[in-house]
């Protein structure tokens, strides 16, 4: 598993969204399984396994569950949506999560618990025989209580042998779950470390002081 | 607790729910926002008995057909905007376009201007109409104009049109509809027999089907709607239909109008709850950032959507013609354009977005009528009325804001 730390700005979120398919990348190359690829669609990064779990959620309020679990990708039945089919394997996709404190799945996501959105949003990103997930900040609003039952849910899902990239400003919860850090600084990477290698010390004088390739505004000039 | 249930987790989806449970997620829906049929139900019930009291005349036989006639157009519009509302947006031209289509058609059929047959005028009237809503849905999504304002420079236009052509070819403004097809789609009733069997099948086909989704989910193991609650409600639409359909028969029998927005109502329904396309409309009312994050074209589904308001409102502008039996310049104007938009939001259909069921167009537009005509049995001027509807529409605003907020905080 591998965490994203940055300070505001850094350029976590615009990064993520390039590898979803929502922005296009000006420059550079996307390498998936060593082999370059291009992502110009959120369909391309599904089609590689890519998926994402946003900090604002990304769910629709109004829809339940299962809708939410399968839009965009509904299972069909000749013209018809297979709600049965999908009830199940949205079930299915959560009891293997041990997703806990779900009433109902054809309840609308609104009256869902800030812990109990974050499942079912990961639990979408999951339920795709997705080989990578990426969340962002999953943590970000939610309690105590709930943060575990995320975190946990983050760790099962590393645990399966998915890659997991896990995008925090929370020090404590990074430390706690991820192998690998990578720190972002205005828009560059500054440093990636292994978390039994590493304190929270080093990785704050990253986020805050790493040394960049070029300052944004100067001259480049190569040492 | 979840303790005494064998599935685990998802209590409420495991098994047969029982009456109880079914009602208390009822509750959970409403506590969300969704607070379903009843209060627009029990609303009709008081318009019915207030101005019964007022009038001998109101539930006559007679009468009771003609406020079928009377909102079969109301109807037809207002389901078009039920999905311009779903997803969030505003067609203020809808009425004039609704008049194009209903101008168009009988100037095609006029011997004297074109003298097309009835299907081609009639589908050349469905054409313009969604045409002219697909280009001012491809103006608001490519060039991110408000719908607001883009279909009120279309309201202005379109009634530019409307008298134009209508004046064009009659001093008047008057045009006769000759055609006897035309004329018999509002004017044409069923014999008895036929309104009995077509309820027969209607209920048959109905049950079938339910019987069957029931029967699917059980061998899933997923939850079904508690038998109870099925029958319950399969013996009020029953009731309500057959007192309908008897009391029709004893005068002029019920419209063939009552059958052709029974299949509108039927078919969209399917499309907005059955299919993709309607999935994805309600996603993008909800939220449309998480509807193209799941990699929904947003801006073709909301062009579609337009474009179907359109061709429902060139429907409901022919139904319209045909009942009038001639159109004027004023077609599609007058209160047409407030009536199909309060239809629609005082069915239950959010205007902000994302909740609504194609039934509120039906509902909404039952409410609509029942006050017009009631007040016009009464004697009473325009202005009455007006204040009356707005006040209605004012009400049924609130309720939607109100349960707009619970959903959100």
């Keep these: 598993m591998n965490a994203l730390v940055g300070d505001n700005g850094a350029g976590k979120s615009t990064l993520i969204k390039g590898l979803a398919g929502i922005y296009e990348f000006d420059e550079g190359q996307v390498y998936f399984d060593g082999e370059p690829v291009s992502i110009k669609r959120p369909q391309d990064a599904s089609d590689l396994g890519i998926e994402v779990v946003y900090q604002d959620l990304a769910l629709a309020d109004n829809l339940d569950v299962v809708a939410n679990m399968f839009l965009g990708r509904e299972e069909m039945n000749g013209v018809v949506l297979n709600e049965t089919a999908m009830e199940a394997t949205a079930r299915q996709t959560l009891d293997s999560l041990s997703v806990k404190t779900l009433q109902s799945v054809r309840l609308p996501v609104a009256g869902l618990s800030g812990g109990q959105r974050q499942s079912v949003a990961v639990a979408k990103a999951v339920m795709w025989n997705s080989r990578v997930v990426i969340l962002d900040e999953p943590t970000a609003a939610l309690g105590v209580a709930q943060t575990r039952q995320v975190l946990d849910l983050v760790r099962t899902l590393a645990d399966r042998g998915l890659g997991v990239v896990l995008i925090s400003h929370n020090l404590h919860d990074i430390f706690e779950v991820a192998d690998r850090i990578t720190v972002l600084r205005l828009g560059q990477g500054v440093g990636v470390f292994n978390r039994r290698e590493t304190t929270q010390q080093e990785v704050v004088h990253a986020i805050t002081a790493g040394t960049l390739k070029h300052v944004p505004g100067m001259a480049d000039d190569d040492d | ?409």
Excluded: C
């Excluded at chain 2, 009843?38 to 318009?47: F, K, N, Q, R």
């Excluded at chain 2, 002219?132 to 999504?141: A, E, P, W």
């Excluded at chain 2, 004046?167 to 009995?196: C, H, K, L, N, Y």
């Design chain 2, 1 to 409: 607790m979840t303790t005494d249930k064998p599935k685990g987790e998802f209590g409420l989806d495991a098994q047969p729910e029982s009456t109880a449970e079914y009602l208390r997620s009822k509750w959970i829906n409403i506590k969300t926002g969704d607070v379903g049929s009843a209060p627009i139900v029990v609303g009709i019930v008081l318009i019915l008995i207030i101005f019964r009291s007022l009038s001998e005349n109101y539930l006559t036989a007679f009468n009771v057909v003609n406020m079928q006639l009377q909102a079969a157009g109301l109807v037809t519009i207002a389901i078009g905007v039920v999905f311009i509302l779903l997803i969030a947006e505003i067609d203020l031209a809808i009425a004039f376009n609704s008049g194009i289509a209903g101008v168009l058609t009988v100037l095609l059929l006029r011997p004297d201007v074109a003298g097309w047959p009835w299907w081609a005028a009639i589908l050349a009237g469905l054409v313009t109409s969604s045409l002219l809503s697909l280009v001012m849905g491809l103006i608001v999504t490519r060039a991110g104009v408000p719908s607001f304002v883009v279909t009120l420079a279309g309201n202005l236009a379109l009634s530019g049109i409307v008298l134009i052509l209508t004046t064009q070819f009659s001093q008047a403004g008057t045009i006769r509809i000759e055609d006897p097809i035309v004329v018999g789609i509002a004017g044409t009733f069923m014999a008895p027999a036929v309104s009995w069997i077509l309820l027969a099948l209607g209920l048959a086909l109905s049950a079938f089907l339910t019987y069957r989704t029931m029967q699917i989910r059980t061998k899933q193991g997923l939850a079904t709607t508690p038998m109870p609650v099925v029958l319950t409600t399969y013996a009020g639409v029953t009731a309500v239909a057959a007192v309908i359909i008897g009391y029709s028969n004893t005068d002029r029998g019920v419209p063939l109008l009552a059958l052709i927005v029974g299949g509108f109502l039927w078919f969209w329904t399917f499309m907005l709850q059955r299919t993709r396309f309607g999935r994805h409309v309600l996603a993008i009312g909800g939220n449309p950032e998480a509807a193209r994050r799941a990699g929904i074209n947003v801006e073709r589904v909301r062009v579609i959507v337009f474009t179907l308001a359109g061709f429902m409102a060139g429907a409901g502008g022919i139904i319209l013609a045909s009942r009038l039996r001639s159109v004027s310049p004023s077609a599609g104007g007058g209160s047409l354009l407030l009536d199909v938009i309060a239809a629609a939001v005082i069915g239950g259909t959010s205007l902000f977005g994302g909740r609504g069921r194609v039934s509120s167009a039906l509902l909404g537009a039952l409410v609509i009528t029942l006050i017009n005509n009631g007040m016009d049995g009464l004697g009473l001027n325009s202005g009455v009325k007006f204040v009356v509807t707005g006040l209605v529409l004012l009400g049924a605003v609130l309720l939607d804001a109100l349960s707009n907020r619970r959903s959100t905080s």
